[in-house]
């Protein structure tokens, strides 16, 4: 089961955290991997780590913001063959209420998080129409599906992300294109590190992280690839317009 053997994927935000993790799930499970990040270095190890294991990946460099290299990043998968699988990994965070977040912060975040998903759908559809043929996956988040404390720009942008998912997954349900979303407790990445360097005590910030998830703890990367993979799958091949909560029971509550 959920295996990707002859498909190509192409994963944003691949070069850290949970995009590596899904590049690597994905291409142990048979997949070409395109690796794709604005992070060179980042990107160039999660090649080099597949590569080692005997996998198949390539890296390109994309900034998910910049419409132009999205369709230059699918043109070169599609001349490889089928682009079977989008995960739309690339992320950023934010910390802060109404009186501290700005209006350049809100217009960036959604530039990455909100557009960069719209860029990448968009310049994806067409070949997957013409192929007859797709699976989107999308990282919404936790706090797309309820309010986080502090978070309101990011917590915009994922509930963003759920209804660009859910309203897409109608649009092409009839033409063989799936589209689904992955909704994250918190797990351990870089990503995560980086808001508790934010703390004045970062200690005290893991214990709080961590306590927010019913069962106690953060989530692991491999654990989100897990549920991409899945959804990637054949084995999902009924699975449409869904957001799979991956969050230790927070949202259960
Ligand atoms: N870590 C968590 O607790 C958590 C929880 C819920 C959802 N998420 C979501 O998961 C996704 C990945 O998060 P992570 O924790 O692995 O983060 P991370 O910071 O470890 O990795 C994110 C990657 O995205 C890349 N990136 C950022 N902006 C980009 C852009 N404009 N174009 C291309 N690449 C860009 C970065 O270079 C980095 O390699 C994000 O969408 C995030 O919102 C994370």
Redesign the pocket.
């Known amino acids: 089961m959920f295996k990707l053997d002859n498909k190509q994927a192409l994963i944003?935000?691949?070069?850290?955290?949970?995009?590596a993790a899904i590049a690597h799930a994905f291409a142990e499970a048979g997949a070409t991997v395109w690796v794709?990040?604005?992070?060179e270095i980042?990107g160039n190890k999660t090649v080099e780590e597949i590569r080692k294991k005997g996998h198949q990946a390539h890296f390109l460099l994309?900034?998910?913001?910049d419409e132009a290299t999205c369709i230059q990043s699918l043109n070169s998968v599609r001349e490889e063959g089928p682009i079977n699988i989008l995960v739309n990994?690339?992320?950023?965070?934010h910390v802060g209420d109404l009186e501290t977040t700005t209006g350049d912060n809100m217009d960036r975040l959604y530039q990455?998080?909100v557009k960069?998903v719209f860029n990448m759908m968009k310049a994806a559809i067409p070949f997957m129409l013409e192929q007859k043929t797709g699976n989107i996956v999308n990282?919404?988040?936790?706090?797309g599906i309820v309010g986080v404390k502090n978070r309101l720009a990011?917590c915009m942008t994922?509930f963003a992300v759920v209804g660009l998912t859910k309203s897409t997954a109608l649009d092409y349900a009839k033409r063989g294109i799936r589209v689904n979303c992955i909704?994250?407790?918190?797990?351990e990445?870089?990503?995560?590190k980086?808001r508790l360097a934010e703390y004045d005590d970062p200690e005290k910030g893991y214990r709080e992280m961590s306590s927010t998830q019913p069962i106690g703890r953060?989530a692991q990367?491999a654990e989100i690839a897990a549920a991409a993979l899945y959804l990637a799958s054949d084995e999902a091949g009924s699975v449409t317009g869904s957001c799979l909560s991956v969050d230790g029971g927070w949202s259960a509550g």
């Open positions: 944003t935000g691949a070069g850290s955290g949970i995009g794709t990040d604005r992070d980042g994309l900034d998910v913001t990994n690339a992320g950023i965070g990455v998080n960069g990282m919404a988040s936790i706090g990011y994922k909704c994250p407790g918190r797990v990445t870089p990503f995560v980086a953060m990367p």
